[in-house]
């Protein structure tokens, strides 16, 4: 599953805020376990450099659901890595969140 979402990066590793806690457009890649960010589509697809560097995050052992205590924007899900970093997602509607739901979960 691939496709475009905006991001907020809530916590760098438990118990330690993100510095940069903006919500920012990023395009997802879910491949062998892995979640990759890029800026865009044409990035992702050819040796485009990943999105501000950042490395694959492994989905071994992360949590994912929906965000129901995030009021500031509709259609946010939360992924929680085995690492202790969180993030927000957030979808254009609720079909496209179930749909990467269900795929990070089944990951
Ligand atoms: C952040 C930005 C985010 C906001 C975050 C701010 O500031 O306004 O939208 O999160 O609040 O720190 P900046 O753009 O200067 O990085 P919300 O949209 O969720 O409020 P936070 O630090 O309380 O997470």
Same mark, same amino acid.
């Given at each position: 599953l691939e496709g475009g979402l905006c991001r907020k990066h809530e916590?760098?590793?438990?118990?330690k805020r993100a510095p940069n806690r903006s919500w920012q457009s990023v395009y997802c890649v879910l491949r062998g376990g892995s979640l990759s960010f890029y800026k865009d589509a044409k990035s992702a697809g050819g040796a485009g450099a990943p999105f501000h560097g950042e490395p694959p995050a492994s989905l071994r052992g992360a949590r994912c659901h929906?965000?129901? %205590?995030?009021?500031?924007?509709? %259609?946010v899900f939360k992924l929680g890595l085995s690492d202790g970093k969180e993030y927000l997602f957030q979808a254009k509607d609720e079909a496209e969140m179930s749909t990467w739901l269900r795929v990070i979960q089944a990951a």
């Amino acid at each position: 599953l691939e496709g475009g979402l905006c991001r907020k990066h809530e916590m760098e590793a438990q118990g330690k805020r993100a510095p940069n806690r903006s919500w920012q457009s990023v395009y997802c890649v879910l491949r062998g376990g892995s979640l990759s960010f890029y800026k865009d589509a044409k990035s992702a697809g050819g040796a485009g450099a990943p999105f501000h560097g950042e490395p694959p995050a492994s989905l071994r052992g992360a949590r994912c659901h929906p965000a129901t %205590h995030y009021k500031k924007r509709k %259609h946010v899900f939360k992924l929680g890595l085995s690492d202790g970093k969180e993030y927000l997602f957030q979808a254009k509607d609720e079909a496209e969140m179930s749909t990467w739901l269900r795929v990070i979960q089944a990951a």
